[in-house]
């Protein structure tokens, strides 16, 4: 399966994110998605949708986007959180939820920068999209897309727009 993954859109779905993500098969969005409901469909009448709510989102998104997720995809066992932090710097929520999941890959957002690094103590991969929308500090957008089969995640690549 090919995946399009974004975070911290804060309102913001735009032409060159789109195009990066047309040929993928599912998007997860890993929080603060911005605009309510109205963006979230807009994102989901666009590519089938996972996604979890952020800490700016409001209560009305939480109904279908809840604060995690855990599913499985491919043979991989994922959990989605917003707020998730790093190895030997999770959030306290998040180091309980991977303690409780112990998932293969650990997606998370907030920090609105891009990074994917294994922590080696829990055997899985941690990746944060960084920011897809023009809210916040960063310099530059970013989202990521690869492909999930049998177990394994491959062939990941970046996109990257100028704020």
Not at 75 to 98: E, F
Not at 113 to 122: A, F
Request: hydrophobic share 35%; glycine share 10%; charged share 25%.
């Amino acid at each position: 399966m090919f995946i399009g993954l974004i975070s911290d859109t804060h309102g913001r779905f735009d032409e060159p994110f789109r195009e990066f993500l047309e040929p993928v098969d599912q998007i997860w969005h890993a929080g603060d998605f911005g605009g309510g409901l109205t963006l979230a469909h807009t994102i989901s009448q666009f590519k089938p949708l996972v996604g979890v709510s952020g800490n700016c989102d409001d209560f009305n998104l939480r109904y279908d986007y809840p604060l995690h997720r855990f599913f499985e995809c491919e043979g991989m066992k994922v959990l989605m959180t917003h707020i998730g932090g790093y190895p030997s710097r999770y959030d306290r929520t998040a180091l309980s939820l991977i303690e409780k999941y112990q998932p293969d890959i650990f997606v998370c957002g907030h920090s609105h920068i891009l990074k994917v690094v294994r922590d080696t103590k829990r055997n899985m991969l941690v990746i944060n999209p960084g920011a897809a929308g023009i809210q916040g500090y960063h310099l530059v957008r970013t989202a990521l897309r690869f492909y999930l089969d049998n177990g394994n995640i491959h062939d990941m690549e970046v996109f990257e727009l100028d704020k």
